[in-house]
């Protein structure tokens, strides 16, 4: 399993952007899907986007479609996710999955592999 890191969260006002980070401990993550999912506040884990392992097929939760974008930088080992136009309903614990853990079906990624720490993001009511 690849070992990833998440990291840029942090408190954002309602509005405002952030650039989150999944980097990974080898390059193996540029030759698997990867994502990214949140965790909101007592509620369940749910998928945000994710795209292929060429990074060309990108699929993004319908709540995010125009605001996030994800994208991969092979050369550091790391998919990004921007997020713009953050809203209070958006706060929570956001996970990356990038191993062969992961399967693109009908749109979303599926992972059956450890979660890492994730990394929070909170935008105040």
């Known amino acids: 399993q690849v070992h990833v890191v998440e990291s840029g969260g942090g408190l954002v006002q309602t509005g405002g952007s952030l650039r989150l980070s999944c980097t990974a401990s080898d390059r193996s993550i540029n030759t698997y899907n990867a994502g990214w999912f949140r965790q909101p506040p007592g509620q369940a884990r749910e998928f945000v986007a994710a795209t292929d392992w060429s990074g060309q097929t990108i699929y993004y939760a319908e709540f995010v479609k125009g605001r996030f974008t994800l994208s991969r930088a092979n050369a550091k080992n790391t998919v990004y996710l921007h997020m713009n136009e953050l809203r209070p309903e958006e706060a929570g614990v956001y996970y990356c999955?990038?191993?062969?853990?992961?399967?693109?079906?009908?749109?979303?990624?599926?992972?059956?592999?450890?979660w890492g720490q994730g990394t929070q993001v909170t935008v105040p009511s």
């Open positions: 999955a990038g191993d062969s853990a992961t399967l693109l079906s009908n749109g979303l990624l599926l992972f059956a592999g450890t």
